[in-house]
């Protein structure tokens, strides 16, 4: 096993950096964006504040992502439970301007050699990806 850490390029919402805060520390908000969510990949969804639950295909068993750690205006910590490997993900945030929050995502997880091999470019393809998306989320609307 191997212990990798990606981090995410710096995107920019159009939020403060408490609009940000209060939409990501809390996990019933991806309700928002369930439509985006692959149906025919993940399955079962359950949200609370702290968590949500789901079934990924093929995998058999539910994982949950549970926020760990939340720090005001600033991180947003994530830790993974009864996924194949050991994982944390956290978001940073650091507003800039008044509508201009700073974002960036860091994966650290522990992956036997041959899956960072085979996984390394992806892992920062979906990272990025995933900063991208979190910048275009509507985070001021949300709030009214």
């Known amino acids: 096993m191997a212990e990798v850490k ?5 995107t920019s919402a159009k939020a403060s950096a408490a609009e940000v805060y209060h939409t990501l520390s809390d996990m019933r ?41 939340r720090e005001e205006n600033k991180t947003v910590k994530f830790g993974a439970e009864g996924a ?13 301007a008044e509508l ?19 996984l390394d470019k992806k892992l920062q393809e979906g990272l990025d990806q995933a900063a991208d998306m979190l910048a275009q989320m509507p985070f001021s609307q949300w709030q009214q």
């Open 6 to 10: 990606y981090e995410s390029k710096i």
């Open 29 to 69: 908000s991806i309700e928002r964006v369930r439509d985006l969510i692959p149906q025919d990949k993940i399955k079962d969804l359950e949200f609370d504040a702290d968590y949500v639950r789901f079934k990924v295909d093929g995998l058999g068993q539910k994982i949950c992502i549970r926020i760990v750690d």
């Open 84 to 96: 194949p490997v050991q994982a944390n993900m956290w978001i940073q945030m650091k507003q800039v």
């Open 100 to 118: 201009d929050t700073r974002l960036k995502l860091t994966l650290k997880a522990d992956l036997p050699m041959m899956f960072k091999m085979m």
